[in-house]
């Protein structure tokens, strides 16, 4: 039963999870259960595994389990993503500015209230003004879970603002982390990084899609930004940013079919619905209580 399928089954598997309704599915079973497994009495069992720590010291990937799915896996999220953003704005309802500007707006108004409140709720508390940027992110894998479940009942143009919403509001609070928050920055590694990241837009531009080649660089990439010490998904929305929409007057312009985001995302979708995401949600922290249960 494990053992490698055919193709075929492994095509049909990959259709399913990229339909939005079963990636919401299993992130929010993969949220309850974690949160019951880490509520119950197995609760040491739940936080030891968690806590595990895994990978190369060397390359400053000594990460624990949780690190590894919400720096790793999540940066596979943020890709795909990305790619549909993208594709939303260049060739989709956003392409036009003024119906751009208003989820890009509300987007900020979700940056900049809940911080506002924030500071005025704490401003005579020592020390809490530090936390202002905590209120200001969303759970972009929450709102894009419930979106996908209930999104067929929505409005097409309301799909499109929400899903423009919730990310555009999450990458600017992954700047905000990334400007006032990153406690060291290694300027060797990020320049690296930069530096690899240029080589993968330049063969993505070229409509490259060997992924032996690809692959390899968007890692590289990944783990030298982590390395920085800026954090590691903005690797994921840095990467999607670079790749084209549109396929080349070349092979035939926008009209010869789908360009290359839309072949990643295709590709991408199903390791990100049906892996990363409730992974990094199985690994969150979910403890509700000081205790799991009272101790006799």
């Given at each position: 039963?494990?053992?490698?399928?055919?193709?075929?089954?492994?095509?049909?598997?990959?259709?399913?999870?990229?339909k939005e309704?079963?990636?919401?599915?299993?992130?929010?079973?993969?949220?309850?259960?974690?949160?019951?497994?880490?509520?119950?009495?197995?609760?040491?069992?739940?936080?030891?595994?968690?806590?595990?720590?895994?990978?190369?010291?060397?390359?400053?990937?000594?990460?624990?389990?949780?690190?590894?799915?919400?720096?790793?896996?999540?940066?596979?999220?943020?890709?795909?993503?990305?790619?549909?953003?993208?594709?939303?704005?260049?060739?989709?309802?956003?392409?036009?500015?003024?119906?751009?500007?208003?989820?890009?707006?509300?987007?900020?108004?979700?940056?900049?209230?809940?911080?506002?409140?924030?500071?005025l709720i704490?401003?005579?508390?020592?020390?809490?003004?530090?936390?202002?940027?905590?209120?200001?992110?969303?759970?972009?894998?929450?709102?894009?879970?419930?979106?996908?479940?209930?999104?067929?009942?929505?409005?097409?143009?309301?799909?499109?603002?929400?899903?423009?919403?919730?990310?555009?509001?999450?990458?600017?609070?992954?700047?905000?982390?990334?400007?006032?928050?990153?406690?060291?920055?290694?300027?060797?590694?990020?320049?690296?990084?930069?530096?690899?990241?240029?080589?993968?837009?330049?063969?993505?531009?070229?409509?490259?899609?060997?992924?032996?080649?690809?692959?390899?660089?968007?890692?590289?990439?990944?783990?030298?930004?982590?390395?920085?010490?800026?954090?590691?998904?903005?690797?994921?929305?840095?990467?999607?940013?670079?790749?084209?929409?549109?396929?080349?007057?070349?092979?035939g312009g926008?009209?010869?079919?789908?360009?290359?985001?839309?072949?990643?995302?295709?590709?991408?979708?199903?390791?990100?619905?049906?892996?990363?995401?409730?992974?990094?949600?199985?690994?969150?922290?979910?403890?509700?209580?000081?205790?799991?249960?009272?101790?006799?």
């Open positions: 039963m494990l053992g490698r399928g055919s193709w075929g089954e492994a095509r049909r598997i990959a259709d399913i999870v990229r309704t079963v990636g919401g599915a299993l992130l929010l079973a993969a949220a309850v259960a974690a949160m019951i497994w880490a509520n119950s009495p197995w609760a040491s069992a739940y936080e030891a595994l968690r806590d595990l720590r895994v990978g190369p010291e060397a390359l400053h990937l000594n990460l624990s389990l949780a690190g590894w799915a919400g720096d790793g896996l999540l940066a596979i999220f943020f890709f795909v993503a990305g790619l549909e953003l993208k594709r939303e704005f260049v060739a989709g309802d956003l392409r036009d500015a003024r119906r751009a500007a208003v989820p890009i707006a509300a987007a900020l108004g979700g940056v900049i209230v809940p911080a506002a409140l924030y500071l704490t401003w005579n508390v020592a020390g809490a003004g530090k936390g202002w940027a905590i209120p200001t992110a969303t759970d972009i894998a929450f709102a894009l879970a419930v979106l996908a479940v209930i999104g067929r009942f929505l409005p097409t143009a309301l799909r499109t603002f929400l899903l423009a919403l919730a990310v555009v509001d999450d990458l600017v609070a992954i700047v905000i982390i990334a400007l006032f928050y990153t406690d060291h920055l290694a300027p060797l590694p990020l320049a690296a990084a930069l530096a690899l990241l240029a080589v993968f837009a330049a063969l993505v531009q070229r409509r490259v899609r060997a992924w032996w080649l690809l692959l390899p660089l968007a890692v590289a990439v990944w783990a030298l930004v982590h390395a920085s010490g800026v954090h590691a998904t903005v690797a994921g929305v840095l990467l999607a940013f670079t790749v084209p929409v549109v396929r080349s007057e070349r092979v926008p009209d010869a079919g789908p360009g290359l985001a839309e072949h990643f995302e295709h590709r991408f979708r199903p390791i990100s619905a049906g892996v990363a995401v409730p992974e990094a949600m199985s690994t969150s922290r979910w403890r509700c209580w000081p205790a799991p249960w009272p101790r006799r």
